[in-house]
């Protein structure tokens, strides 16, 4: 089995090449970690893990990384002894990463998947313990941790139903690529069932519930907020419409909605946060196509006059929905799935979402069971139901009340989760 998954693992990447090293030589990204993907950590990383044991945490990308952010800071307290290695795969989740991450002591460029460079990865960080956020599933990662005997958990684990049908298809393959993970951390019931029934052992899945409802509860503090405010200047007065983590195809749905809504309240502002910045060029032309005014956040000087902000810098989603009156949470009228519905709720911001949201539909289904929330169909019913919240400001404080205390009952994932790891590692022995 291995052997296929290798073979077609190394087709793909001959049959790619030629697109890959086009991408090397026109966009930096690809430049950054290329030794690290390809195996060969820093000096000064090896020199300091040959002392010391770690724990390693991977996150994909920005919005897994976001989401560990309590996790790693829980795990980094329970086991101060070991040193933090955090890897991600994308650059911008890398940049999250050594931004935010406090405790890490090396951040890192995840290997690709082939066994000799996961080898040589493994045997430079020689860690005492793997969490992978999410559902990553890395076959010769997995398989080297456990001819090791490290320790593998699956946190905040997640498998839509549509992933589901097709690691269902392979289940034969699943329970022998699973067969190394000590603990599956699933976020709901229904999750942990489409595991087990993949061929995860089944008495190593828990359900822990969605660490990213503890990230949401932990708001920016007052200096997070304070340099947002050197960027932009406070919040304003007048009304605010966040459209945030959009992807191709909503934000011209969005601005759309947004020129027929200023009509009403003149002064409405709306802020755009695509949800993957290299995108914002594209987005750019579309506002001046509409002759929009706007403003790019990495061009602010300490003031934010115009209709619009471009957002075109990672990690400030968070703090803006903090500004909002109104939001839109995208990815959802595209089916990628939906993004962070427990970010604007957190904030106490009535929120509206498409139809696409099954990458999480505890959250989704929990949001709108509480009047936490608003599915719209389309663009027309966006418009529609973001006008109907600005023109009715109990309406919209009611549903904003009712997402956040929907967050706030459903804290405590990071403790569960804190807890299964120490299982997986007594385990150990």
Known sequence: MYLLYNALALLAIGLTLPYWVWRYFTTPKYKEGLRQRLGTLPAAVVADLADHPCLWLHAVSVGETMAALGLVEALHRRYPELRVVFSTVTATGQRVARERVACADHVIYFPLDLPWMVRRVVAQLRPQLFVVMETEIW??????????????????????????????????????VLAPVTRFAMQSEGDGA???????????VVVTGNVKVDEARALPDAAAMAQLATRIGGPTAGPVWICASTHEGEEAICLDAFARLRPQWPELRLILAPRHPERCDAVDRLLRDRGIDFLRLSAAGGRWHEPCLLVDEVGWVMRLYGYATVAFVGGSLVATGGHNLLEPAAWGVASCFGPHTFNFPDITEGLLAAGGGIRVADGATLERETRALFADPARRQAVGEAARRLVEAKGGAVARTVAVVAEAMEARG
């Open 194 to 204: 489409r595991m087990r029934a993949i061929g995860a052992e089944p008495s190593r």
């Open 139 to 176: 076959p010769n990662c997995f398989r080297e941790l456990g001819r090791r005997g490290v320790p593998i958990v699956i946190a905040n684990g997640r498998l839509s139903p549509s992933s589901f049908q097709g690691y269902r298809r392979l289940r034969f393959v699943m329970r022998r």
